[in-house]
């Protein structure tokens, strides 16, 4: 498996993916391809790595820009996050998240945020200790990871793309 950049003519295996991956989740819209591409399109899309294992796309993670309201730029999300689902628990998801992290610290990101279970997302280093909030929902899925300076407290309000895309 070898994990790099997403480069041009991607973008369909990533939507593929993608769909394939949040199609069985409760949690999920079906809105997560479209996310990925209105990033894409609105130039959010900071980070874009994929798992490439035998030539096709294996595992897709994506960071984009967000505020926390009350602290300084440099904030990041991770997500969507997508691994085909006959490979998942077998630490892809892990790998894409540790890469992309790296990345943000040598961008010199502030910070990480995301919306996800605890039990999934403590591994790779985020905490919930509910000082982010996002809209109404339960403050524990609210987490985040500092790579330098205080730790933000306040809401949280990812790229325009997670609230303008529209599931096909």
């Given at each position: 498996?070898?994990?790099?950049?997403?480069?041009?003519?991607?973008?369909?295996a990533i939507r593929d993916l993608t769909e394939r991956?949040?199609?069985?989740?409760?949690?999920?819209?079906?809105s997560e391809p479209a996310i990925v591409d209105a990033?894409?399109?609105?130039?959010?899309?900071?980070?874009?790595?994929?798992?490439?294992?035998?030539?096709?796309?294996?595992?897709?993670?994506?960071?984009?820009?967000?505020?926390?309201?009350?602290?300084?730029?440099?904030?990041?999300?991770?997500?969507?996050?997508?691994?085909?689902?006959?490979?998942?628990?077998?630490?892809?998801?892990?790998?894409?998240?540790?890469?992309?992290?790296?990345?943000?610290?040598?961008?010199?990101?502030?910070?990480?945020?995301?919306?996800?279970?605890?039990?999934?997302?403590?591994?790779?280093?985020?905490?919930?200790?509910?000082?982010?909030?996002?809209?109404?929902?339960?403050?524990?899925?609210?987490?985040?990871?500092?790579?330098?300076?205080?730790?933000?407290?306040?809401?949280?309000?990812?790229?325009?793309?997670?609230?303008?895309?529209?599931?096909?």
């Amino acid at each position: 498996m070898v994990i790099r950049d997403e480069r041009s003519g991607d973008e369909d295996a990533i939507r593929d993916l993608t769909e394939r991956a949040f199609a069985p989740m409760a949690f999920s819209d079906g809105s997560e391809p479209a996310i990925v591409d209105a990033l894409r399109q609105a130039g959010d899309l900071t980070i874009s790595r994929v798992a490439e294992d035998d030539g096709g796309i294996i595992g897709h993670v994506a960071f984009s820009p967000v505020k926390v309201e009350g602290a300084e730029a440099g904030w990041f999300g991770l997500g969507p996050i997508s691994v085909e689902p006959a490979r998942q628990r077998q630490g892809i998801g892990r790998a894409l998240i540790a890469q992309g992290l790296d990345r943000l610290r040598a961008k010199g990101a502030s910070g990480c945020a995301l919306i996800g279970s605890p039990d999934v997302y403590r591994g790779s280093g985020f905490i919930s200790d509910g000082q982010l909030a996002y809209g109404d929902l339960d403050r524990r899925y609210v987490m985040r990871i500092v790579f330098f300076g205080p730790a933000p407290q306040g809401m949280l309000e990812f790229a325009p793309a997670f609230e303008e895309a529209q599931v096909e």
